[in-house]
């Protein structure tokens, strides 16, 4: 079963930047759509940032625009989220994840069957 790994997470301060990355585990494997998620405590899980599978298309919630951007290589089977200008409200468990049948970005978590464990970003004032 693939695995997704995320890395990148810490703690920062606000206005600083924070760049997260997500890797499948196997070569072989072509994720999709892929999509960022993060759940602050206490809070449900919600849509941070999503990209098509050429990355030609991108979703990103209200809250990040104009500061997160998301990026792919489908050679390396990655992605990225860079986040700018990082506010405390940022704080959180960043997850990714892909879909397997899905190839349009999409902010809804239905549409993705693979997850990875998380990492964990805080955002100090």
């Known amino acids: 079963q693939v695995q997704l790994l995320e890395s990148g997470g810490g703690v920062v301060q606000a206005g600083d930047s924070l760049r997260l990355s997500c890797a499948a585990s196997?070569?072989?494997?072509?994720?999709?759509?892929m999509a960022w998620f993060r759940q602050a405590p206490g809070k449900e899980i919600e849509s941070v940032a999503a990209?098509?599978?050429?990355?030609?298309?991108?979703y990103f919630a209200d809250s990040v625009k104009g500061r997160f951007t998301i990026s792919r290589d489908n050679d390396k089977k990655t992605m990225v989220l860079q986040m700018n200008s990082a506010k405390p409200e940022d704080t959180a468990i960043y997850y990714c994840?892909?879909?397997?049948?899905?190839?349009?970005?999409?902010?809804?978590?239905?549409?993705?069957?693979?997850w990875g464990k998380g990492t964990l970003v805080t955002v100090s004032s």
């Open positions: 990209i098509s599978f050429m990355g030609a298309n991108k």
């Open positions: 196997e070569r072989s494997f072509t994720p999709l759509a």
């Open positions: 994840a892909t879909s397997q049948t899905t190839i349009n970005a999409s902010g809804s978590s239905r549409s993705y069957d693979i």
